[in-house]
């Protein structure tokens, strides 16, 4: 079960910096935890935002196979035809040494 955090704890919730081998170690609230529903092991990002920190979890992407015409939907047809284009007198030019074509 979740715990609410009230206004009165979100206001005087603190934490200490303390030394944990040669990192700095921060222990969050187990009712921040519990109202982000973070766990232990949770990847976090932290950024910085003027004298503030700000922690937001990192979202794991989703892995799934794409069929072929998932891959292909994405590209620009201009851009592989400027593509071709721009080297296009490599791929028509003879050989100079011992490349195959």
């Known amino acids: ?14 934490a ?7 990192a700095a170690v921060l222990t969050v609230p187990m009712a921040i935890l ?19 920190v700000v922690l937001t979890p990192i979202k794991r992407q989703a892995r799934g196979r794409k069929t072929v015409a998932e ?7 201009q ?3 400027a593509l071709n284009a721009s080297v296009s007198n490599f791929t028509q ?5 011992k490349e195959v074509w």
């Open 93 to 97: 030019s003879e050989p100079t040494g």
């Open 79 to 81: 851009e592989i035809a």
């Open 1 to 14: 079960m979740l715990h609410k955090v009230t206004q009165k704890e979100r206001d005087i919730m603190q």
């Open 71 to 77: 891959l292909l939907s994405n590209i620009d047809s």
């Open 34 to 52: 519990q109202q982000m529903g973070w766990q232990i092991g949770h990847k976090i990002n932290l950024e910085t935002q003027g004298e503030s």
């Open 16 to 22: 200490t910096l303390r030394q944990q081998g040669g």
